[in-house]
């Protein structure tokens, strides 16, 4: 039995993105892994990505197809049907890649310590700025360092160090243990906004030890990602923010005998409805007729909503 299964999320439509992911996992200099790659009804079958790779390298692979159910869902299928004796899961998305050393770092991590839930940090290009090493973490008041090869750090209450800025967390840089394999899911119904983030608070506050490495892990892709791409002139924008804000109020309930959390998640629920009413407006000025069915849906849900649309219409007219 593998030590660890990669989980794979494939959703594409560019050749050779996939065959990239997976020529950095199979250049890992820890391979004691299988792989499970979900195809998620993709545009671009997997098939052909598969198509160079050794009879060897096929046999560590399971592709397992399903109907389109987001990145969440296809995840959650990944985890289903990993075998009882792996011990680890890492997750790789299809447009990203691992540096060698990703996998021997979280096992020499989490064999070591004893740890469940694990992230590395990341890096990429101008586009990607916003993200921070795991390095940074370092300053905070009580944060250690477990190991120094490669560099461990244990950061008292993570869970909410993450609400304040999750940018040193990437989907492409964890790895769970168990239980949380066989415990913890994604809200496969929060697909194109914030699924992640809940996963990732969820394996936080079940996690008996949380590490954090700061080597990079991964190295964000170039490459197209049907997952992602959407902008406020995009149709599914108001969607989107639609799903964040919902992902948010899930997550204010993780939190909720503690304060200063809620009114920091609070703060993030004001901003995605007036991202989603201004791009309504522009919808407007493109001559697009907005979404008044989701925005129903929306108030129903979050009375709030008809506040911000007083409030940016107020600010409209004093400018």
């Known amino acids: 039995m593998a030590t660890f299964t990669i989980i794979i999320p494939f959703y594409q439509r560019d050749d050779g993105i996939l065959r990239r992911a997976l020529a950095s996992a199979f250049a890992q200099s820890f391979q004691d892994f299988d792989i499970i790659v979900v195809d998620d009804q993709s545009p671009y079958a997997p098939a052909s990505e598969l198509a160079p790779l050794t009879a060897e390298e096929l046999a560590r692979i399971t592709v397992v197809s399903q109907p389109n159910a987001g990145p969440g869902g296809a995840r959650n299928t990944g985890l289903d049907h990993v075998a009882a004796g792996t011990r680890y899961v890492a ?14 770092n979280a096992f020499t991590a989490m064999d070591t310590l004893g740890g469940d839930c694990y992230w590395a940090s990341i890096e990429g290009g101008a586009e990607f700025d916003y993200h921070f090493g795991i390095a940074a973490l370092e300053k905070i008041d009580g944060a250690r360092r477990l190991m120094e090869t490669p560099v461990i750090l244990d950061v008292p209450d993570i869970a909410g160090v993450m609400i304040n800025d999750w940018a040193f967390l990437h989907m492409s840089c964890m790895v769970i243990g168990r239980p949380l394999i066989g415990s913890v899911r994604f809200d496969a119904a929060l697909r194109l906004a914030a699924e992640d983030v809940l996963f990732f608070c969820d394996c936080m506050l079940a996690a008996r030890q949380v590490l954090l490495c700061a080597d990079a892990g991964a190295l964000r892709g170039e490459g197209i990602n049907i997952f992602h791409g959407v902008d406020n ?77 007083f409030q940016l219409a107020a600010g409209k007219l004093v400018k």
């Open 91 to 104: 997750f790789l998305d299809s447009d990203d890649i691992w540096t060698p050393d990703h996998l021997k």
């Open 233 to 309: 002139t995009s149709p599914e924008y108001l969607k989107q923010q639609f799903i964040t804000w919902m992902a948010l109020d899930r997550l204010e309930s993780r939190f909720a005998s503690r304060p200063r959390e809620i009114a920091t998640i609070k703060s993030y629920k004001s901003r995605a409805r007036k991202q989603a009413l201004w791009g309504q407006v522009g919808q407007l000025k493109r001559r697009r007729r907005p979404d008044f069915g989701l925005l129903a849906r929306w108030l129903v849900q979050d009375p709030r909503l008809i506040q911000s649309a």
